[in-house]
């Protein structure tokens, strides 16, 4: 195992660029610097599961019996396999529309932030990064 110099902070064996084969991580995953990334992923997307729940909640009130999907589709949408790619959006135009002022003529607001906001989402998951 390397030391990290005085001053720095330590370093994990799994990042350590002149190991030729890198081991796993072999600290606690809270003292370990190539764990935080994880933690702070995983604490990220159960808080904004929670927050598109609360806000499918609020919608429900603003516009009783409109919205198409019940409130534990929220949660499970995101984890069905090929549901994944259009539940969550049907879901969030629910509640853009039961949530918004209507647009101009008396019809839906217009969502084009909304619409931006899905195309980043597929981009990011069908081209990101996973599996690094």
């Known amino acids: 195992m390397t030391t990290a110099p005085p001053g720095s902070s330590p370093r994990c064996p799994a ?4 190991v030729r084969r890198r081991p796993r991580c072999h600290r606690l995953a809270t003292s370990c610097p190539c764990w935080r990334p994880r933690w702070t992923a995983t604490s ?11 806000v499918r909640t609020v919608a429900e009130r603003l ?3 409109q919205l198409r999907y019940r409130l534990f589709m929220v949660v499970v949408g995101w984890f069905i396999p090929v549901g994944s790619v259009f539940l969550p959006k049907q879901i969030a135009n629910d509640v853009w529309h039961a949530s918004s002022p209507p647009g101009r003529g008396g019809g839906m607001a217009p ?3 909304l619409h931006a906001w899905w195309f980043v989402w597929l981009a990011t998951f069908f081209f990101g990064s996973h599996g690094r």
């Open 111 to 113: 969502a084009g932030l």
């Open 44 to 54: 990220s997307g159960w808080g904004w599961l929670i927050w598109f729940a609360r």
């Open 15 to 18: 990042q350590d660029s002149t």
């Open 63 to 65: 516009a009783p019996g």
